[in-house]
């Protein structure tokens, strides 16, 4: 089956420690998206990738990283520079040729926790 | 800057009732308007867009949308609320520039009581 999916579900962090969040898309989609989600403030674009090899800071960059050396992977790692990591992540992803009108697909989500 | 406002963190129905979950945007240009559903602990699922044509756009499991230029709304409804509609709606928009940007809204959780 076609998807995006995201690993692991939970993740549990000391501080200090750097830790990656997997997105892996079987759909061939170009653009990849990752946000944050927490309460009462939506979400949030953490980085975007609309192509391989290149991608772009969104809204709340700092203290993550991300990298896109394949298209159907867009790996996003939580840096020991984010103060306040604990929240649930959202991996997306658009297709198509003319992806402006094009919605996007979700991943389930990671829910990271600092411990 | 784009930006997506839902002015109401919750909204309450009755079973049977109609429902509205309010939207408005800021875009330069026109935009490219969606409606999202998400459930406890779960990715977000698509239910509608309007990109152009018609200002009510229909989607997925009775829902609609009216696109207001004017007004720069895209308020989601429902003619008949189901106790199952409960869940958290997030209404998101790109702007016509190819920055590639989506942008959501806050979210509103839509309560259905029985």
């Known amino acids: 089956d076609g998807g995006i999916t995201q690993s692991p579900k939970y993740l549990f962090r000391k501080e200090g420690q750097n830790v990656t969040l997997s997105c892996e898309q079987n759909l061939n989609h170009d653009a990849m998206y990752w946000y944050r989600q927490d309460p009462g403030q939506g979400l949030r674009l953490i980085y975007y990738s609309q192509i391989v090899n290149d991608f772009q800071k969104g809204d709340i960059a700092e203290g993550y990283s991300v990298s896109r050396e394949k298209k159907e992977s867009f790996p996003l790692t939580v840096t020991s520079a984010q103060k306040n990591p604990t929240a649930f992540y959202l991996c997306?992803?658009?297709?198509?040729?003319?992806?402006?009108?094009?919605?996007?697909?979700f991943g389930q989500g990671t829910r990271l926790t600092v411990v | 800057a784009q930006s997506v406002a839902q002015p109401e963190d919750q909204v309450n129905v009755a079973e049977g009732n109609p429902l509205t979950v309010k939207c408005t945007y800021s875009?330069?240009?026109?935009?490219?308007l969606f409606w999202y559903v998400q459930y406890p602990n779960r990715g977000l699922q698509f239910l509608l867009k309007y990109i152009t044509g018609d200002n009510l756009v229909k989607g997925s499991y009775g829902f609609e949308a009216e696109f207001n230029k004017s007004q720069t709304s895209f308020h989601l409804k429902k003619p008949s609320a189901l106790v199952s509609d409960s869940a958290l709606y997030f209404c998101?928009?790109?702007?016509?520039?190819?920055?590639?940007?989506?942008?959501f809204g806050q979210g509103t959780t839509l309560q259905v009581k029985p």
């Open positions: 998101a928009v790109r702007g016509p520039s190819n920055t590639g940007k989506l942008i």
């Open positions: 997306a992803s658009i297709g198509g040729g003319n992806y402006m009108n094009t919605e996007a697909f």
């Open positions: 875009v330069s240009g026109n935009p490219y």
